[in-house]
């Protein structure tokens, strides 16, 4: 932090290469540290998801809202290609169907993160695996507050209600990355889907882009289970 550095530019192409352009200096700054957090569902199997606490980034332990719904843990965790995995996985599975009751049958999680969302000019990360055992109509998403990611409506995944051309199949599993790009209050959202594991996912090959979202002050992970049909 304060650090000086200084550094000139070189360009290169067939023809040749270019002299040293004249050299100019930055500053290190003190940006406020990535909201990273880590959840490995390393908890007992069949137990509720409600009041549990571990993994790393978090400020507060998991809080459960269900209607006529289970969320429990399951002691087996879910594997994707050639992607380093590690740790359990949580089932989210409703009991009664829509036209039975209403409002929906749905289950609400929510925990904070420590590091809040929103600087100008950063950009923050996501990833998580998502199987659908049985299809039914509705949404299950994970999102930062209210910005949601994941199965929408159907069978496809999104953004909102920004659907990919990917379509969910029960019984596969999916590697679902966002990249929330942070300018200022008009923020954009990157979508990949099944993005090899070996390189970082570039804009231009996003399967969904969502822009003018606000996502400054975002620090809570919602898990957000919208059923219609017992699926």
Known sequence: ???????????????????????????????????????????????SIKGKNGGTGWSNSWNQTSINGVCEINNYGLNYGELPVSGNSIRINPTIDEDEIKPPP?????????????????????SFLLQCNKQANGHL????????????????????????????????????????????GDDEIYLWVNHSVSQQPLKTDADLEVANINLAGKGAV?????????G
């Open 141 to 184: 998403f994970i999102g930062v507050d209210t910005v949601n990611i994941g199965k929408r409506w159907g069978s496809q995944i999104g953004i909102e209600n920004n659907g990919t051309p990917v379509n969910i199949s029960n019984g596969n599993t999916y590697f679902i990355v966002c990249q929330a790009v942070n300018r200022n």
């Open 106 to 126: 749905s289950i609400l999680l929510n925990r904070s993160i420590v590091n809040k969302m929103g600087t100008a000019g950063t950009s923050t990360w996501m």
């Open 222 to 230: 919602v898990i957000n289970n919208q059923a219609y049909g017992l």
């Open 1 to 47: 932090k304060g650090k000086t550095y200084y550094y000139w530019v070189r360009a290169f192409n067939t023809f040749g290469e270019t002299a040293l352009s004249n050299s100019d200096s930055g500053t290190v700054g003190s940006a406020n540290p990535p909201a990273v957090a880590y959840e490995p569902f390393d908890y007992s199997a069949a137990s």
